[in-house]
């Protein structure tokens, strides 16, 4: 997984890019109609019930923009929250808080969206012992802000990118060649390049799964697209000589399932890709 220091940089650099693209040479609007000197405050209002996420990256973007703004905090992060509930009150340059506004309400309807379906699944699992991760199936660009989202919301973050992680999918083995040889290969890369990165392996039936249990230094493996019975199945063969991981098409109706048959990760690109924004509002008080 990236370190926390590279996670700040691309929370930044979102920030940064975010703002380059909103503003450009300036808020026009506000700086027509709105003295530099004038002050006021506004806060944020929830008009929808869910999980609320992206109060801290708020606070970031209003630091970027102007440090000198105070930003006081009603409900943190990862708090239910309903109609009417007001999540914090920034006061200040009244231009500044018009600069970020956008940004602001953009990442955190999605952030709190994400946060929001990522805990109905954690409920889903409670008891299980099956835990949640997100995938790279993410948003171009702002792809650290919703995987943050995921953690606010119970879930796990899988791997962040290509470079902190191996993951030898389908395509990877069979452009390589089969299994054994990927996985065999990835280790002689690894040691060449004195990298030191787990290596998950996608398995898309049992004689994929014999080939991976043959091999060493396989951290998880990926059990694909399996019907409840073969993921059962597959639960028992692997025992405890690796973690596995249950991804394909599984649903808020079907997860609870495929955790009774004992995998220890259910993967779903849908925590991030198939959400509908919470519907919040920055307003003027």
């Excluded at 808020?27 to 003295?35: E, W, Y």
């Excluded at 929830?46 to 992206?54: C, M």
């Excluded at 940004?103 to 889903?124: D, G, H, P, Y």
């Excluded at 059962?232 to 609870?256: H, P, Y």
Aim: glycine residues 8%.
């Amino acid at each position: 997984m990236i370190s926390p220091e590279q996670f700040n940089k691309e929370i930044n650099l979102i920030i940064a890019n975010a703002i380059r693209e909103d503003v450009g040479e300036g808020d026009h609007s506000s700086l027509a109609c709105i003295s530099q000197k004038s002050t006021g405050s506004a806060h944020l209002l929830v008009k929808e019930k869910g999980i609320i996420a992206g109060v801290t990256f708020a606070k970031q973007v209003f630091d970027f923009i102007d440090p000198s703004l105070v930003f006081d905090i009603k409900i943190q992060d990862g708090n239910s929250v309903s109609p009417g509930d007001i999540c914090f009150i920034v006061s200040g340059n009244s231009q500044s808080i018009l600069k970020a506004e956008r940004l602001v309400l953009n990442a955190m309807q999605r952030m709190s969206a994400i946060a929001t379906k990522t805990k109905t699944f954690v409920k889903l699992l409670e008891g299980t012992g099956t835990k949640i991760l997100d995938t790279r199936k993410t948003t171009p660009g702002i792809r650290a802000i919703e995987k943050w989202a995921v953690t606010i919301g119970g879930g796990e973050n899988h791997r962040f990118a290509l470079y902190d992680m191996i993951m030898l999918k389908d395509n990877h083995i069979d452009f390589c060649g089969g299994v054994v040889t990927a996985i065999e290969t990835t280790k002689q890369y690894l040691k060449s390049n004195n990298l030191d990165l787990k290596i998950i392996v996608e398995a898309r039936n049992f004689n994929e799964i014999e080939q991976i249990l043959s091999t060493n230094g396989v951290y998880r493996i990926l059990i694909d697209n399996f019907s409840l019975q073969d993921t059962k199945k597959a639960v028992e063969m692997i025992g405890d000589r690796c973690l596995t991981e249950s991804s394909g098409g599984i649903t808020l109706q079907t997860i609870a399932a495929y955790a009774e048959c004992g995998v220890d990760y259910i993967s779903s690109g849908a925590l991030t890709h198939s959400v509908h924004n919470l519907d919040l509002s920055l307003k003027a008080i």
